[in-house]
């Protein structure tokens, strides 16, 4: 027996039990040394790791980019990964506000070559890399479920630009053309509004207002996001279409202008003599062919319109009739301008009496009784006398007269009183 024996043998049956801490460490520490020593047959701090990775990967955002709230209409495309080339969804035609407030922007506004770009903010420069096509916000196409990323719209400064116009004339007859001549600098844009229900893209043109009436002109100017517009009134006025009434005596005529609602009215009767008024009587003093213009004005329009008449050379001799038949049914006017030239119921000289400038006639019963006397030359003898109609017969007259060319003349003749 060995002393190392001798040893065991003496502690048989002794037993020391350690206090409770110690083994509560000894557990704690054997527990972590298992913890950390890889192993597939426990569960250890690299599986933690690994499944802290994976949640983080799947959880974790594509894009940081925000979603603004929509402040307007935006266009939508989708980038093709492949391409780059840019599918519009939304083709509108351009709105612009007057005055815009709170960044509202424009959809699809390309007009004359210039394109308005939108701003697009984004917090990843990588993902979203600029595009020649403005005003479309891009798509990232990493998934078979594209994330659409929209646009946002700040409100920018108003530029300087000016919409201003010029026209030709403002008011006249119709038809009117005038011609208008865009004055608008530094804008993009133009639109006319003619005030007739047409519109125009022109920088100048020119327009015909067929119809009377007051058109308000419009130009409408585009800079960017922002619209100013300027003003201007046409009035058209209509034509009277004013017409010439004459009637021709001897070497005087008496001219009626027609159709005339109003204005200014003058004549020109073709020999330096100019008259005003709506009727007018006028001698002549040779004969010849003369035009009457007449020229009516309102407060726009001015119609001028002619008519050619013939002046002949005077006659110079009247005659009598040598009888005529009274009516027995009363009074006759005894005026010859209110008979006919034709009638037999009145005794006047026929002829070219305007020539006539002085003028005695005076009838007679045949015993020398006078029963009629005028210095008239247009007063008729209708065979009565103080209302009371003569017998039936023969009277007597003698006429004296002298025409305009100084030629008189002193006759005595017979007349035959017939009743009806």
């Not at 920088?203 to 800079?223: A, F, K």
Request: include cysteine.
């Amino acid at each position: 027996m060995t002393t190392e024996d001798l040893y065991k043998n003496s502690f048989d049956g002794y037993r020391v039990d350690p206090p409770p801490g110690v083994w509560k460490g000894v557990n704690r520490r054997l527990a972590t040394k298992s913890f950390l020593t890889p192993g597939l047959g426990h569960f250890n701090i690299l599986y933690v790791a690994a499944a802290a990775a994976i949640a983080v990967a799947v959880m974790w955002p594509t894009s940081d980019s925000t979603i603004p709230a929509d402040t307007g209409n935006q266009a939508i495309s989708v980038s093709d990964s492949a391409t780059g080339d840019h599918d519009q969804t939304s083709r509108q035609q351009p709105s612009y506000n007057e005055n815009v407030a709170g960044g509202i922007s424009v959809s699809n506004p390309k007009y004359n070559g210039n394109l308005h770009k939108t701003e697009q903010k984004s917090d990843s420069p990588a993902q979203h890399a600029p595009s020649d096509t403005a005003a479309e916000p891009s798509v990232a196409a990493t998934s078979s479920e594209p994330e659409i990323h929209r646009t946002t719209h700040s409100q920018q400064p108003m530029p300087d630009f000016t919409s201003a116009f010029h026209a030709s004339q403002h008011e006249g007859c119709a038809p009117l053309t005038i011609i208008l001549h865009n004055l608008s600098q530094n804008t993009e844009y133009s639109q006319w509004s003619l005030g007739n229900g047409e519109t125009s893209y022109e920088q100048d043109l020119s327009v015909t207002y067929d119809e009377p009436g007051t058109y308000i002109i419009s130009l409408r100017s585009v800079s960017g996001t922002y619209a100013k517009t300027s003003y201007d009134t046409i009035r058209v006025s209509a034509h009277q279409h004013a017409e010439i009434a004459v009637a021709i005596s001897g070497m005087t005529i008496i001219a009626e202008a027609r159709n005339v609602s109003g204005g200014s009215i003058v004549w020109d009767f073709g020999d330096k003599t100019q008259l005003m008024g709506k009727k007018n009587s006028h001698t002549y003093s040779a004969p010849g062919v003369y035009d009457i213009t007449l020229t009516v004005t309102n407060d726009v329009c001015t119609d001028t319109i002619t008519k050619r008449i013939t002046i002949k050379e005077p006659e110079f001799s009247i005659k009598f009739p040598n009888a005529i038949v009274a009516s027995r049914s009363g009074r006759n006017a005894g005026n010859y301008n209110s008979a006919s030239p034709e009638s037999k119921a009145f005794f006047v000289p026929k002829g070219n009496i305007d020539n006539i400038s002085k003028y005695s006639l005076a009838i007679y019963t045949r015993d020398g009784k006078q029963v009629f006397a005028t210095s008239n030359p247009r007063d008729a003898w209708n065979g009565y006398y103080n209302d009371m109609l003569l017998p039936r017969g023969v009277y007597v007259y003698k006429c004296q007269y002298e025409f305009i060319n100084g030629e008189s003349y002193n006759i005595n003749g017979y007349i035959t009183l017939l009743w009806e």
